[in-house]
T-cell receptor
């Protein structure tokens, strides 16, 4: 079964600095990969997803992620952090040959300092 | 806007007193999910419906039940809530069971047990 590891339960950056949230996956087959964001007391909102094709995926709010098969990674980046980016971020993986088996990582809480 | 709506946003119940949480969707999606999310943890899938077909996760306690009377509505029933059931409950939908389909989440119901 596939799984996801998010390195760093808390990440703190200054406003305007680069955001890098790490996600590594384990899967015996090529995975589908997702990043979701959760603001306080809200549900999860899809930021971006990788299914096939271009390995650099652009999402909403200026975020992007790159699928690196050789590193089994799908790290989330944003060139310049904004205060409104402070939230919990979840990486998720699903098995393209096994419907409806999405696994979430434990989440990374992003804090943005003024 | 098409969306997933959960009511109520906050629910307080007494230990052992049955409680029902509701979810409705205007996306006309086939699949509806219920997740339990405890503080600082990833969402944990409890069960899902594909149309009227109910699928329970193996480790979901018998205390948790669900009903889906029609495409738009899905309910989570907790028959005898214990203190350990205090959590955020998230409803989500997807167009189908294909693994590349993202899930669309409601804002959740935060359940407290007295």
């Amino acid at each position: 079964a596939q799984s996801v590891t998010q390195l760093g339960s808390h990440v703190s950056v200054s406003e305007g600095a680069l955001v890098l949230l790490r996600c590594n996956y384990s899967s015996s087959v090529p995975p589908y990969l997702f990043w979701y964001v959760q603001y306080p007391n809200q549900g999860l909102q899809l930021l971006l997803k990788y299914t096939t094709g271009a390995t650099l995926v652009k999402g909403i709010n200026g975020f992007e992620a790159e699928f690196k098969k050789s590193e089994t990674s799908f790290h989330l980046t944003k060139p310049s952090a904004h205060m409104s980016d402070a939230a919990e971020y979840f990486c998720a993986v699903s098995d393209r040959y096994n419907n409806n088996d999405m696994r979430f990582g434990a989440g990374t809480r992003l804090t943005v300092k003024p | 806007d098409a969306m997933v709506i959960q009511n109520p946003r906050y629910q307080v119940t007494q230990f052992g007193k049955p409680v029902t949480l509701s979810c409705s969707q205007t996306l006309n999606h086939n699949v509806m999910y219920w997740y339990q999310q405890k503080s600082s943890q990833a969402p944990k899938l409890l069960f899902h419906y594909y149309d009227k077909d109910f699928n329970n996760e193996a480790d979901t306690p018998d205390n948790f039940q669900s009903r889906r009377p029609n495409t738009s509505f899905c309910f989570l029933d907790i028959r005898s809530p214990g203190l350990g059931d205090a959590a955020m409950y998230l409803c989500a939908t997807s167009r189908g069971l294909d693994s590349n389909q993202p899930q669309h989440f409601g804002d959740g119901t935060r359940l407290s047990i007295l």
